[in-house]
């Protein structure tokens, strides 16, 4: 009985034997299509690395030289501030203090100006009334030497005729007056000539009359 299970176990032993190399075999397959399906994607995501990596560096690259040029500026602007800083330092203590001090002469002088501007002003306003005074009494001189000049006969008829005479006002009058008397006596005078002369000139022809009769 036992020889007969172990025989009838032999055959179905070599059958199992069978089946499960096939299995294996397609195993083997499988793995190696996964393996090369694994090693294109591993090839591609390098390829793709590759190229990202490559960017990266062209992106560093630019980066790096804009960077150097953005420190190139801060050290052209740093040196421009430190140059500023130092002309600003000169002014401050060479500059500033002879501001202050010029400012200080301006202050002094308007001081003095402010105090002796009225004094100024009011010897300016002297001078100048002087001065007006003086070319009023020029004027009148002027007047009086054209007036001197005038003969006798026209500085009469400017005193007795108009208003414009240099002559005071009491010479006016008394001039005026004489003229006044004067033109009445050569109006009596005149008149007396005529009336003298009407009176003859009918004694006259009183006697021519009587002579005649």
Excluded at 79 to 105: C, F, K, M, Y
Excluded at 155 to 179: D, G, H, M
Aim: proline share 3%; net charge positive; with cysteine.
């Amino acid at each position: 009985m036992a020889s007969e299970r172990v025989d009838n176990a032999t055959p179905t032993a070599e059958r199992h034997g069978q089946t499960s190399v096939r299995p294996l075999s397609q195993e083997r397959s499988a793995q190696t299509g996964d393996l090369s399906a694994a090693f294109a994607s591993i090839s591609r995501r390098t390829l793709r690395y590759e190229h990202q990596i490559k960017d990266l560096e062209g992106r560093l690259t630019v980066n790096m030289s804009n960077s150097r040029a953005i420190s190139n500026l801060l050290q052209e602007v740093l040196s421009g501030l430190h140059q500023s800083q130092r002309r600003a330092d000169v002014a401050l203590n060479t500059t500033v203090p002879h501001i202050e001090q010029s400012l200080a002469e301006d202050l002094d002088a308007l001081s003095y100006l402010d105090g002796h501007l009225p004094r100024v002003q009011q010897q300016v306003h002297d001078i100048r009334h002087v001065y007006d005074r003086g070319r009023d009494k020029a004027r009148e001189l002027i007047a009086e030497l054209e007036w001197l000049d005038t003969p006798l006969s026209a500085r009469l008829r400017t005193i007795i005729f108009t208003s414009n005479a240099p002559v005071s006002s009491q010479w006016k009058a008394i001039v005026r007056t004489l003229f006044a008397l004067a033109l009445l006596a050569c109006i009596w005078i005149a008149w007396i000539t005529l009336r003298g002369a009407v009176r003859a000139h009918r004694q006259r022809l009183v006697w021519g009359e009587r002579l005649m009769s």
